[in-house]
Nanobody, 118 residues
Framework: VQLQASGGGLVQTGDSLKVSCVGSGDTFSNYVMGWFRQAPGKEREFLGSINWSGDSTYYRDSVKGRSTISRDNAKSTLYLQIHNLKPEDTAVYLC????????????WGQGTQVTVSS
């Protein structure tokens, strides 16, 4: 499956942002989907995941409570919405897919840059 993330940009502290990831080349619902981010000079950080049907999600503590991961299998699209953005949320946000949903994920998108200004 090929993945293309989009929707990043420059936002202000406290804003909300929704990024998307479109899959192609295979049946989207065959994959557990995950969101990751990587800031300059830091390791890639797992943010959360959603199961094949979209009825179960898991979030990392750093974004839990202010993030929502969802998917629309009919549109082969994955979403991540983050509220109350902080400067430390500045990173490249990447989507990934894996048929079993276990690390390491098999397929990765190129990422979309999110910059939060203070």
């Amino acid at each position: 499956v090929q993945l293309q993330a989009s929707g990043g940009g420059l936002v202000q502290t406290g804003d909300s942002l929704k990024v998307s990831c479109v899959g192609s080349g295979d049946t989207f619902s065959n994959y557990v989907m995950g969101w990751f981010r990587q800031a300059p000079g830091k390791e890639r950080e797992f943010l959360g995941s959603i199961n094949w049907s979209g009825d179960s999600t898991y979030y990392r503590d750093s974004v839990k409570g202010r993030s929502t991961i969802s998917r629309d299998n009919a549109k082969s699209t994955l979403y991540l919405q983050i509220h109350n953005l902080k400067p430390e949320d500045t990173a490249v946000y990447l989507c990934a897919a894996d048929q079993q949903g276990v690390w390491p994920y098999d397929y990765w998108g190129q990422g979309t840059q999110v910059t939060v200004s203070s």
